[in-house]
């Protein structure tokens, strides 16, 4: 672990490697699991606002499970998107491959909104755990993503240079120019 600005950073962040393999796994980390995903306060505004632009790219069980549950929910104390019937996503789409992707995110490749999804699906395999005076920056392994590690490991491309635009977004490019330098000082 090491320390930038106000973050303690898991050392696997630049040790470990990874590259999303949607030719293994389809998307299933949409799909799989027992939760929606994490949200910020800030994003719950954000995709209340933008539903009815997103709405057209989603599935009608996606549409209907946010209509029950509303664009965003609260379980256990956490913010997290809706699940359909406890499973997957209600943001989640599939593609005529049968892989899921992002509703939100096709909305935004469309250019119909400018927020392109929740940051907690931007960083994956990266998980931000909020303290009171630091954010925790860690590497998610998920055996579902074993074939994006393999793939990371041949292609040599660390998790942090995989999430470079999703850890900018959060973090900003001086705590990411700071990372690099600390990655280039351990040698990756």
């Not at 359909?84 to 892989?99: H, L, R, S």
């Amino acid at each position: 672990m090491f320390q930038l600005k106000k973050t303690i950073v898991s050392e696997d962040i630049i040790e470990k490697d990874f590259v999303c393999n949607l030719n293994a796994c389809k998307g299933e980390c949409c799909i799989a699991g027992e939760a929606g995903a994490p949200l910020e306060e800030d994003e719950v505004k954000i995709m209340a606002d933008i539903y009815e632009e997103v709405k057209p790219f989603l599935r009608p069980e996606g549409i209907a499970a946010i209509e029950a549950q509303g664009t965003s929910i609260v379980r256990d104390g956490e913010l997290e998107t809706p699940l359909v019937n406890g499973a997957e996503c209600a943001y989640v789409t599939f593609n005529d491959k049968g892989w899921a992707s992002c509703g939100i995110e096709d909305a935004y490749n469309a250019g119909k909104v400018d927020w392109k999804k929740p940051i907690s699906c931007h960083l994956y395999p990266v998980r931000v755990q909020k303290y009171s005076s630091f954010s925790a920056v860690n590497y998610h392994r998920w055996p579902i993503c074993d074939d994006a590690c393999t793939l990371g490991q041949e292609l040599k491309v660390p998790v942090y240079k995989f999430t470079k635009d999703a850890l900018i977004r959060k973090f900003g490019q001086e705590w990411y120019a700071e990372l690099e330098t600390t990655a280039a000082e351990m040698g990756k």
